[in-house]
């Protein structure tokens, strides 16, 4: 069978030949008579098939036996949903080339990318537009992207759409678009998911299955290589170097781990580059047209980048890390054996990755061969161990994969033991703990002097029992708190407490140390509280002594006495730290020494200080 066979004009067949096309796949074969007809299909075809050609030349040709009325601007007429950018730029290339000697234009958006340069090129008019489901949407909502106008839309990869997360997307972008359309969905798998999609999406499709579905290329050669856990990168540079392989694409299951294989791989002189989603646009199209012009010999990716990786004489694929997805596997060795050319596919399967690997032999319902590796095999004594994939943690152990109980069970165990070690830890830490002294009987004691002791066992406990002096017994003696307000007293401590009279005269003073109310018993040349024996100034007891008295506090009532003038010399309870602050400022001013007929200094009352702000001056 040839292109002219399939009715195509004549331009688009010189643009396939001119690619060095002559005969058509399987695929295009079976998929271009039946799009020409009209009909929806549903398709199922690995990569490397020419699944692309087989729906891009017939809607060429149907869009050039209906142009575009003459002096209208170009609609969206086909829309192409691919699930990422890799495969929508590949595609849109394609189309370039097969339009060649056509009168129709086509453009690609996708995200990463800045807007203004897609959103013009849309504006000028095109007939088919390339996209992912995430731009569509945003360009849509932004109001710079018709889909009214929508003939013929094509889903492909569709099960890759619905592994990324995209199938929500999907249905957005379905619900705008005309009932009235020609739709086409290729995928290389068929899970529920899909067959319910193309359920509500297709109209009596025809159903196009060149391959056994769930199966790999035969023109694939597959081999799994058992390796140790840590000897993986090894054996990596080993197969590479050793059979001197120039175009490798090597795949990861997360992004750290494809740049740490490319950094491993370039310290050992073995040209690579990393492909995942954390790459910038520029620096991804880059990695690809080195990988594809020969300049870069190892390209590491992940499983959604290399998603449009189309190279159709890529011979190498290694699986550096097994997917826990079957799938993923198809999708993976499918980059290799493309357009009837052989490919080579080895599996690197450490210990923790043998369920993955039985699982994809039941999806592909193929047996592997093995290939072992004596000098990068399994250490001696090393076992299966769970895979931590971000917050998920993935068992590919040998054998059937545990089930949730079990895993449930293997949490709670491992969760009561490590709470037994936390407990037993605190339980073996030395305490930190002073010693405290002998709890004393409960209830009030009538004793005064065992009041005393007391009071100040709680201010002594502290100190070394080393450094404290001895009774007539042998035991240290208690000492009391010499620490009391308004400064440090060298006077024993009362034997009684201080009487009702003698403590009205002592504002803010213990109950037990009150200071006399006679200040005439004090010694003239020594009044307490004003010298020590180093003779260093003390601060005075009398509060009104004190240089710092007029301050008062922060804020509410002032702890130093105020005195109401010098009758009696009384505690004025009228009196706040606002007056102390209004009185700092009237001497500050010079009227410090200056009172008014109610004896308040400076002439304000206590009945003024609300008009007066924090620095002193009156409200306005």
Avoid at 37 to 55: I, R, S, V, Y
Avoid at 180 to 206: H, M, V, W, Y
Avoid at 479 to 496: D, H, K, M, Q, Y
Wanted: hydrophobic share 35%.
């Amino acid at each position: 069978m040839t292109f002219e066979s399939l009715t195509l004009s004549a331009d688009i067949i010189a643009a396939v030949t001119e690619l060095g096309y002559t005969q058509p796949t399987p695929i295009q074969a079976q998929s271009i008579p039946l799009i020409l007809a009209g009909h929806d299909l549903l398709a199922g075809a690995q990569t490397g098939t020419g699944k692309t050609a087989a729906f891009t030349l017939p809607l060429l040709e149907r869009l050039r036996q209906a142009p575009a009325p003459a002096g209208q601007a170009r609609s969206i007429r086909a829309l192409i949903l691919t699930p990422t950018r890799e495969l929508a730029a590949q595609i849109e290339d394609n189309i370039r080339a097969y339009s060649k000697y056509l009168d129709i234009q086509s453009t690609v958006i996708f995200g990463g990318v800045g807007m203004t340069p897609q959103i013009q090129r849309i504006q000028k008019g095109v007939d088919i537009l390339v996209a992912t489901p995430g731009r569509l949407l945003d360009l849509h909502a932004q109001g710079h992207v018709d889909l009214s106008g929508v003939q013929y839309l094509v889903l492909d990869e569709a099960d890759r759409m619905l592994d990324m997360g995209f199938i929500h997307d999907v249905r957005k972008v379905l619900a705008l678009l005309p009932a009235q359309k020609q739709s086409l969905l290729f995928s290389a798998t068929f899970s529920d998911e899909i067959k319910q999609l193309a359920q509500g999406l297709l109209r009596n499709p025809q159903h196009i299955q060149v391959t056994p579905p769930n199966t790999t290329v035969q023109r694939i050669s597959q081999v799994i290589c058992p390796v140790g856990r840590q000897q993986k990168k090894a054996a990596l540079l080993h197969i590479i170097t050793s059979r001197d392989w120039s175009q490798v694409l090597v795949f990861t299951r997360t992004k750290f781990g494809a740049n740490h294989v490319a950094e491993f791989l370039n310290k050992n002189g073995v040209s690579a580059m990393a492909l995942h989603g954390n790459k910038s646009q520029s620096a991804r199209t880059q990695a690809l047209s080195r990988f594809k012009s020969g300049e870069l010999r190892v390209l590491v990716a992940t499983d959604i980048a290399a998603r449009g990786i189309d190279i159709d004489e890529l011979p190498h694929v290694v699986n550096y890390e097994i997917p826990n997805v079957p799938e993923d596997y198809v999708h993976r060795i499918g980059r290799t054996g493309r357009a009837g050319n052989e490919g080579h596919a080895v599996s690197l399967v450490c210990l923790d990755e043998e369920g993955f690997m039985m699982e994809i032999e039941r999806f592909t319902k193929q047996e592997i061969p093995v290939e072992p590796m004596p000098e990068f095999g399994p250490a001696e004594g090393e076992v299966a161990e769970p895979i931590a994939m971000g917050r998920q943690t993935l068992w590919g152990g040998a054998g059937k994969p545990p089930s949730r109980e079990v895993m449930q069970a293997a949490a709670k165990a491992a969760r009561r033991e490590m709470l037994e070690r936390i407990s037993a830890k605190k339980n073996t830490a030395p305490s930190r703990k002073k010693a405290q002294p002998a709890a004393e009987p409960s209830g009030p004691s009538q004793d005064p002097h065992a009041q005393q002791a007391q009071s100040n066992a709680d201010a002594e406990h502290s100190a070394p029992t080393s450094q404290r002096p001895l009774d007539a017994n042998g035991k240290p003696v208690k000492r009391r708190n010499r620490f009391r307000a308004g400064g440090r007293s060298n006077r024993p401590a009362r034997s009684t407490p201080a009487t009702k009279d003698e403590a009205a005269g002592a504002t803010n003073a213990p109950t037990r140390a009150r200071a006399p109310s006679n200040k005439s018993q004090r010694s003239a040349n020594k009044p307490r509280g004003t010298a020590n024996a180093s003779g260093q100034q003390r601060s005075p007891r009398d509060p009104m002594l004190r240089a710092d008295a007029h301050l008062g506090t922060q804020a509410g009532m002032s702890l130093a006495p105020a005195y109401r003038g010098d009758s009696g010399r009384q505690p004025d309870p009228m009196r706040t730290s606002v007056d102390s602050m209004a009185e700092r400022t009237r001497r500050r001013s010079g009227n410090a020494g200056n009172r008014n007929k109610s004896g308040h200094k400076g002439g304000i009352s206590p009945l003024q200080h609300s008009g007066l702000a924090i620095g002193g001056r009156r409200r306005p």
